[in-house]
């Protein structure tokens, strides 16, 4: 044979078994069960008559690569904002503004309906070389109303804190306030320039009380300064870099709410071990595996090793441990959890196989022709809640990595997962942003050389090709919308859906915005126009979908923004029909840039009759509760104390 006849039919061959590999027949009938209507999203007031821009100011030494450090940023939340019992309110992270907007979804009720605004953090300082990346909605005072963290690029997270007079969500219904104390005499920043990229929100140390987690990416450094100091770098490796800013893990120790709430942190410094919290973040995640009430976090990192960290907390200290899976000789080494060398860049806990027990979805660079890496699904092999307190507690992780078996392994350039049941069957469906620099110009080229780099000359931004206006990378990539087939695998049907829009994508947020039992979804884009599908599932299941609250320091419920109580953070469901089990969770918040609401939903497919409950929380003190309940499908408002107690849902 001629040699170069030769290689041409090789690279056929493989071109045709790659693409074999990833294609999954059964695309178009699977998709006759989803339906979604894309719906428009209220914005302030002369929004779009504003200068929209495609690409940041930053350092001088970045400019080169300005495209690369403008590639993330944008992110979305769905979560009741209004105290009324549903999830129909918003907050956005708008890239082309650099704005945070907090408005209704397209689906909401008219009673919680009110003036979309733009997050003010004046007086506090933020300035032009700082840029909000994250909006997490939570009751950080504990008094019933929900607030806002808001994640940046230069410089720490600010808490926007209801107040107890506001009666609707509004500019000035919220103060201000440092997650992390500084003061400023000349009303400029002086504090720690975090760029945060992840941020969870959970009761880490058993307390009762929510803690937060920060997943900071770049250095400390002025990375958005136009005329900053040349103290800036990139990674110091492809596959296992440790040269980044970093995860900070911040406890609660205390709140007042009223007219000027304020909610108090202090930051645990040796919760994470150091090997462990020096990475790229760029998503979090957290489940209790073990049935102790504390959440384990799986920190995804760019570059390079993520981590799943065991919870060894007891009230008052966060302390975490990490544990890592076992190789065998047929487990390439990016298979075993904690070793690998992929990039990390959203990660999602839930129950894929519908045993009861957690399961991990994780995002990572999957382009084809590119760097085809793998999305890792992380099956869980523990045979129940004490084998994996044993394994975990010994440093294993009992994880298994079966993305290509399920059919969810190559996406394109992903980021933020969410797993959810969106026609109720008792199966969850896999969503998945993706997509990285849109322009004219492929540099995937100049991307594949860089790769091949010695990784002693990485970290100089000057030494990286050049990524600018114009340049594409996975641009044209969309949004995955995974969903089981008749034969049991996954396949995208993103396209049959009408969601397959070519922009690249960062955040997810899921929520049952009306009460119908049916879970919508809205998107961030990156340099695009948030949205929002309504689900319009032409013949859903049933279900069961839990509102779990603890009682709140404001118990007069009726009192403005106040709802029936605060979230029972990290309260753990597991349900019994006669199709199996199935487990889920009060999510305080999960993901790169995409935040689900509080609600804790199940799909029963055809099943209508009682469903046994299996409840497991803290109170408000920090003590264990765990109870059985028979509850029939449908919505149910639960407030867990010593007992759990069913309330009038609002």
Known sequence: MIPGLATVVVATSLFIATRESVAVAGAEETATQYAFQEMPIAMPAGYDSQPMHTVRDVNPSYRKIRSWVSSVGAGIAINDLT??????GMCIVDTRTNQVVVTYTPTARAADRFSPFVLDPAPLPVDDTMAPTGCTPGDFTGDGRMGLLVTYWGRTPILFLPKADATT?????????ELVPSTSADGKYHGPRWNTDADYVGDLDGSGHPSIVIGNYFPDSDVLDPHGLNNVQMNNSLSNAKNAGGDHVLRW????????????????????????????????????????????????????????????????RIRFTEATGNRTASTPKSFVLGKGSFKGMGVDFGDINRNGTFDIMVSNITAAWG??????????????????????????????????????AWTGWSWDTKMADFRNSGNLEVLQADGFVKGTIDRWPWLQEMAMTNDD????????????PGDDISGDDAIAFYAKSAD?????????????????????????TTGSGLLDFAVARQWGPPAFYANKAPAPGHYLNLKLYRPASDNDPGMGLVNTGTPAYGATVRITTPAGSQVSQLDGGS???????????????????????????????GAVHEQSEQ????????????????????
């Not at 969500?169 to 306030?177: D, E, G, I, L």
């Not at 049991?488 to 929520?511: E, F, M």
């Not at 935040?595 to 009682?610: A, I, K, M």
């Open 83 to 88: 105290g009324h019992g549903l999830a129909d």
């Open 169 to 177: 969500p509004s500019a000035t219904s919220y103060v201000p306030r």
């Open 253 to 316: 120790v205390g709140a007042t709410p009223g007219t000027e709430p304020r909610a108090d942190f202090v930051e645990e410094k040796d919760a994470i071990p150091w090997d462990a919290a020096t990475g790229w973040t760029l998503a979090i995640a957290g489940a209790d595996l073990t049935g102790e009430g504390l959440p384990e976090l799986y920190v995804a990192n760019d570059f390079g090793h993520s981590h799943l960290l065991y919870n060894r907390s007891t009230p008052g």
């Open 371 to 408: 760097l085809e890496e793998s999305n890792f699904l992380w099956i869980n092999q523990a045979k129940d809640n004490a084998d994996m307190n044993r394994q975990l507690s010994s440093g294993v992780a009992p994880f298994t990595q079966e993305a290509q078996q399920h059919g969810v």
């Open 457 to 468: 000359l990485l970290s100089n931004p000057a030494m990286w090709p050049n990524v600018q």
């Open 488 to 512: 049991g695998k996954y396949v995208n049907i993103n396209k049959q859906l009408g969601i397959a829009v070519p922009t690249p994508t960062r955040a997810i947020a899921t929520g049952d």
């Open 591 to 621: 993901g790169h840039g995409g935040f689900r609401s509080f609600d804790v939903h199940f799909g029963l497919g055809d099943y209508q009759g009682p469903v046994t409950v299996q409840l497991s929380w803290r109170d408000n003190s």
């Open 631 to 650: 509850l029939t499908p449908g919505t149910h408002a639960l407030m867990l104390t010593a007992a759990a107690k069913e309330v009038p849902n609002r």
